[in-house]
């Protein structure tokens, strides 16, 4: 079985993709899953975490910091993430997908492993705690480009959106992780011990991923886009492989979709922006909209809603996680439940459905705080009923991104929208926080609220207009390769003459 054959000097004419596509689902497809998807899992996890053990830190027995060092942790790590993104999201589209899920996971164990080991609270230790929560973040951030664009790659068409959705709001099952792995480690370890522990939980479950993505091939995509045709094939044919050791039989491969590919040269980040905003302007302009949109939200009202439950609803600091926790599983099921709808009745309409309810949900919400009329109950669920639609919608744009421009960009794409987004999403926090004082006005906050429905709202209107209808369309449709022949603007290509006898 060959994978390519020769059409001119330079050049082949390849049925990876329609290969991949053609796939059914199988345990491998499962455990591929699993193995990369936990990046998002240890993302939530570091992020509550962090958050959770910030009162403890401001206690002499443990780093005595101040209130303003404790909030630089989790500004240092989103800094980390930024810069991780952008440096290892190159990377990832210059020395292949599965280089970087593994060096990009290396790299998280070792920042928040050394976090655990900061000692004492003088100057040394504290810049050591930054550096160590920086380095971190980068081994996330790397993780975001390189995993979503591996995933993607891999999962057959008919898949591609409900699995990116699932694995993205899986965020939240991390969250809850790290809120009640805390919660028992700060209430029953003294806190000296309990903050070191809890910054460990993440480093042990990525050394266990890290054993099982040792045995994932590499995207067999981006190997042939990048001239290593053999290489390609032997991937390809050890996941075919593996599909038929579950007992799935493999469908034959439509033949008219061979691609003929010419390997470019390295894109850098220059470019890339050509590419983005000269081929794929309209996209550029959905895919940063999406994005900005959903992190501002989150980053707003997630940040800062233990502020709101204690200053206007008087909860208790130790009765805060509780409600995190509710918070949280609102988020999960979101994805989880309704992700599928976004294969089978669409992407544009499903993305638009979901920002626009979460929206006009949040001014309802709003409409109820100011007139009083919520108690730390009912605006949790409040809380959880909008962001079970917000949750989806915001995995949506990570989705959007990751396949909407070509391979060769592909990760570089990821990271310079997660770079724009987390720009704009710090500053909800700051801008809430703000709003929400000493908790005496909540006019201002109801004012947030509506600021944030009308953001939402946008990017409803924006996926309206310039959605793209992605569900069940192979990545080489939705966005031609840069290496492909014959390459239209912004769409398809097709093989030049009828396809040759290849696999089947």
Known sequence: MTTASHVNPGAVRSLIPARIDRLPWSSFHTRMVVALGVAWVLDGLEITVATSVGAVLNQPETLNLSSTEVGLIATVYLIGEVVGALVFGRMSDKLGRRNLFMITLGVYLVGSGLTALTLGGGAGWIAFLYLTRFIAGTGIGGEYAAINSAIDELIPARYRGRVDI?????YWAGAVLGTLGTFVLLNVLTPSVGWRIGFLIGPVLGLVILIVRRNLPESPRWQVMNGREQAAEESISYIEHEVELS??????????????????DQIGYLALTRVLFREYPSRAVLGASLMISQSFLYNAIFFTSALVL???YGVSSTSIPLFLIAFAVGNLAGPLTIGHFFDTIGRKTMIAGTYFTSGILLVVSALLFNAGLLTATTQTI???VIFFFASPGASAAY???SEIFPLEVRAKAIA????????FGALGPVIYGALIGDGSQPFKLFLGYLLGAAVM???GLVAVVFGVSAEGRSLEDVAAPLAAIGRGRAGTTRAEGAASPLAT
């Open 382 to 384: 409040a809380w959880c």
């Open 247 to 264: 007992g799935k039989t493999l469908p034959p491969v439509d033949q008219s979709k061979a691609i003929d590919l010419q390997p470019t």
């Open 416 to 423: 310079v929208f997660f770079a724009i987004a987390q720009c």
């Open 310 to 312: 204690s200053k206007f």
């Open 399 to 401: 989705l959007t991104v």
């Open 457 to 459: 709202i946008l990017g």
């Open 166 to 170: 699932a694995v993205n709001g899986t």
